[in-house]
């Protein structure tokens, strides 16, 4: 009788524990983790374990026990499905949701953008500075960059689109430029098949290093698919594209912050004032709107442009109209 009412009572007091258990195990996984207000970002190596997890978690105060943790990733069936990366955890996680997030694979997210204009000595400086990134590129010559993206032999200038693109922490530099790079070729392939006809571009590529000066000429939108008509009539005549821009990237560093009449006379590849037609290589990253400028230009007949000194640009059809107009704005007298 004794031995009965032991039991019963073990029974009572297995029973009343394993349902305190339960309880403090369902209060644990819906109670918000132990965060500052401002959240908190965790980054999870890759190959890091579910348990070996937990026990971090437990160790650095978040949760208050790692056994639950890994009993609820277990039961449910996500323990071996958790994804490396850095994760912020908001005030208000619960376990279930932290769960959630690591399964997902929704890890914190950084932002780079590529500002249109830029060369490929501004890319590479704001590459190196990011802080989220894994460089593996610094000091190497632009040659061995272009071999390790894949593109031996290719001058890089122009080659990346300029754009914000996102990635989470710990993405190599390679993959970061491969993306802007085929971003850009993309882009232009698309925008080539669009273009119009007769245009004196014989390859896409052609069209990319024309972009590239149109995208330097003017930030005014509106007055792209304009310049971009100017320059493709000059091409259709023969004569000289001369845009300072070209000459500026010629002299590389000893570009001073002004042209003078001698460096218009500098024989450099890139001096458009000493050669016809296109320069060798872009001088710049053009957006989209550059490179559809160029490749559906403008009607008109103006061979001529000068800047009105408020970021626009006066067009005239003439030398004379230009010489005018350079008078004008440029020398001030009218």
């Known amino acids: 009788m004794i031995g009965h009412r032991l039991l019963g009572i073990l029974v009572m007091v297995v029973s009343a524990t ?6 403090d195990y369902q209060t644990f996984s819906q109670t918000p983790l132990q965060v500052p207000n401002g959240g908190i970002s965790y980054h999870l190596e890759s190959g890091t374990s579910m348990g070996r997890l937990s026990n971090d978690l437990e160790r650095r105060g978040i949760i208050r026990s790692g056994v639950y943790l890994r009993s609820l990733a277990c039961f449910s069936g996500r323990a071996g499905r958790i994804q490396a990366g850095e994760y912020f955890i908001t005030p208000g996680t619960t376990p279930e949701t932290l769960l959630q997030q690591l399964v997902s694979g929704r890890v914190t997210s950084y932002s780079l953008t590529l500002v249109e204009g830029w060369n490929f000595r501004q890319v590479l400086t704001a590459v190196h500075k990011h802080e989220a990134l894994k460089h593996t590129l610094e000091g190497l010559p632009d040659a061995e960059i272009m071999a390790r993206l894949g593109h031996a032999d290719e001058h890089p200038e122009g ?8 990635f989470p922490r710990g993405t190599t530099d390679v993959a970061f430029l491969k993306r802007a790079y085929r971003t850009m070729s993309n882009t232009l392939s698309e925008e080539w098949a669009k273009r119009e006809p007769n245009l004196p571009l014989q390859t896409a590529y052609e069209a990319l290093i024309l972009a590239s000066i149109v995208e330097k000429e003017t930030g005014v939108t509106g007055e792209r698919g304009e310049i ?15 845009t300072d821009p070209t000459v500026i990237y010629g002299m590389g560093e000893s570009f001073e912050g002004n042209i003078r009449r001698r460096d218009l006379k500098q024989d450099t590849p890139y001096n458009t004032y000493v050669h016809a037609g296109l320069p060798p290589t872009p001088i710049s990253m053009p957006g989209v709107a550059a490179i559809r400028a160029v490749l559906n230009p403008a009607q008109g007949n103006s061979l001529y442009f000068v800047a009105r000194g408020d970021g626009s640009h006066q067009f005239s059809a003439t030398l004379v109209e230009h010489n005018r107009a350079v008078r004008k704005f440029q020398l001030k007298k009218r």
């Open 228 to 242: 971009a008509g100017v320059f493709l009539r000059r091409l259709r005549k023969g004569m000289k594209l001369q």
């Open 18 to 23: 394993a349902a305190w258990f339960w309880y």
């Open 159 to 166: 080659r990346f689109y300029p754009d914000t693109y996102r």
